[in-house]
């Protein structure tokens, strides 16, 4: 605990000093500075879960929490964070969340997933234009301008529609293709990994977070598995991000950007193929091409390829 606490100071300190540097090279100081960070984390956990942005990474978070808590009797007021759970219960895991973002910057490793490659890791994947116009509102709602300067999106009250942010940012599609591109040419380096779709886990919650336990060697009850599934259930989310409960999520981390304004909510739609709703017959068909062509078909996404789900070490 105490080096975690040493780690955090020793960032925010270099994260300050960088404020005297060119914005380029600011820039780089503080996402070497959030890799080192991240970096100590992955090393010392249990299991990694690795995401792009809004891919239902909350969503997974708030389940698997609330099985460790019904599990081992605690109460329901934090997602996980690392160690903290752990800290409270040595049964309970230290699980990273992490959206792959600075590891690199500190390591150097560049696309390689060397980081990963020994540890055990839930990739949890999502179709890449849901995921780049949720994207889009994350941006324009919810993002920090500090945040949009660190990960070169779009600048801070920039005037670009949900269009220009997915078919032509970087930002947008291609950004997060490019993410689960990386991934699946490293999956035959990884021990022990297992994909997770966010479409399977809307079609079928119960199954996949047992899936996900038996992995983690949990071997978890079927009433564990309801309770869980059943607390981090769109419309409960809902009413506790719109803080209506007195639970443990009505915090910053799922509080709305603009109150009454439902695309401003961390928990903003939870709909599979949402992306068809933003854009006319011309669009979506150059997004569903760009996919086809473009996304690795490991997946499933574009093709009629089941997505692989699991591999471990010969």
């Known amino acids: 605990m105490i080096e975690r606490v040493l780690h955090r100071v020793m960032r925010e300190i270099v994260m300050t000093a960088a404020a005297l540097a060119p914005a380029e090279r600011r820039r780089q100081i503080r996402r ?3 890799g080192r960070e991240d970096t100590f984390r992955l090393q010392r956990s249990d299991y990694a879960i690795v995401s792009y942005g809004k891919s239902g990474r909350t969503w997974l978070n708030v389940m698997l929490s609330r099985f460790f808590q019904l599990r081992h009797k605690l109460p329901a007021h934090d997602l996980f964070f ?4 752990h800290a409270k219960n040595k049964a309970i895991p230290k699980i990273l969340f992490t959206h792959d973002n600075y590891i690199r910057d ?7 997933k060397v980081a990963f490659y020994n540890k055990p890791t839930i990739l949890l994947v999502r179709h890449p234009a849901d995921v780049s116009v949720s994207q889009f509102f994350q941006w324009q709602h919810r993002m920090p301008a500090h945040k949009k300067v660190l990960n070169e999106y779009p600048a801070h009250g920039a005037d670009i529609s949900v269009a220009d942010f997915v078919l032509n940012a970087d930002a947008g599609l291609p950004r997060a293709v490019r993410f689960l591109n990386e991934w699946a040419k490293e ?7 297992l994909i997770v779709r966010y479409e399977d886990i809307r079609r079928d919650p119960n199954g996949e977070l047992k899936r996900m336990l038996n992995w983690m060697k949990q071997s978890p009850t079927d009433d564990e598995v309801s309770q869980s599934v059943e607390f981090a259930a769109f419309e409960n989310m809902r009413k506790l991000e719109e803080g209506s409960s007195s639970t443990w999520l009505s915090g910053k981390r799922l509080a709305p950007g603009k109150k009454g304004d439902t695309n401003s909510y961390k928990v903003r739609r939870a709909k599979i193929g949402g992306y068809h709703d933003y854009f006319d017959d011309e669009q979506t068909r150059q997004i569903d091409e760009y996919v086809a062509k473009h996304l690795d078909p490991v997946f499933g996404y574009g093709t009629d390829a089941s997505p692989t789900t699991e591999r471990q070490a010969s």
């Open 32 to 34: 070497r500075a959030r």
């Open 82 to 85: 690392f160690d903290n759970l």
């Open 106 to 112: 500190y390591t150097g490793a560049g696309a390689t």
């Open 187 to 193: 999956l035959p380096r990884m021990k022990n990994v």
